[in-house]
Each structure stands twice: as C-alpha cells, then as structure tokens.
C-alpha cells in the first residue's frame, strides 16, 4: 500500500505540471502577437536573432585561452562540486569510493599538468 501513495503523488505532480502548461501555452496563444502574411518579411523569416536582420558572420574564431579558462573552471569548480558531495557519504562508501575520488583526482591532475605544459 506504501507503494500506491507514492505513484498518486507522482500522478499529482504530473497533473500538475501539464495544467501549469496548459495555462502558460494558452496565455502565449492570448496575448502574443499575430502576423499576418504581409508582415512576415525576410527578416521575420529568417531562423537567427528573432526576426533581426543579422549582420556580419556567425562562425567566430575564439582565442585559445577561452578555452583554457574553460578547461580550468572544469579542473577547479567542477571538482570542488564532486569532492564536496564525496566528502558526505565518505565512511559509507568506504575504500572502493576513496578509490574512484583519487582515479578522479589524478584525471584531473593529468588535465592541470597539460594545460601547465601549453602555457596557461
């Protein structure tokens, strides 16, 4: 029976959601506005920046260090989230989760010895 009440509390939450769409979408079809066939031009047409004419080329070549500050965000903030969330459950999951944290941590030593090694 514990199992019933929790399918009707996912069954509520998923009612829930899809009134919660229904009113959102229907507010959209109320209140947005409608272009007829004389408005729609080529700009509107167009599948970049809303309907805005686009200027200039898409394709933009980003230096090498967007990529390196990147790849540091990755090795320093990314790491800190896993560790931090490890370091609660650290005497449940015993020597076979201390071992996944240090293969993590010497991946992630690996990837700060290579960005050292390019310059950054």
Known sequence: ???ASDIWSVLI??????????????????TGT???GAARGRALSMPFESGIIP?????????????????FFVIFDVEAAFLFTWGTVVTAVGWV????????IVFLAISLAYLWRAGA
């Not at 939450?13 to 109320?30: D, K, Q, R």
């Not at 200027?55 to 790849?71: C, D, F, K, N």
């Not at 989760?97 to 993590?104: D, K, S, T, V």
Request: positive net charge; aromatic residues 12%; glycine residues 10%.
């Open 55 to 71: 200027t200039g080329s898409a394709h933009l070549r980003l230096p090498v260090q967007y990529y390196l500050v990147a790849m």
């Open 97 to 104: 989760g201390y071992g996944a944290a240090l293969m993590f």
């Open 13 to 30: 939450y998923a009612v829930a959601i899809g009134v919660l769409l229904a009113c959102i979408f229907g507010l959209s079809a109320m």
């Open 34 to 36: 409608r272009r007829t």
């Open 1 to 3: 029976m514990e199992n």
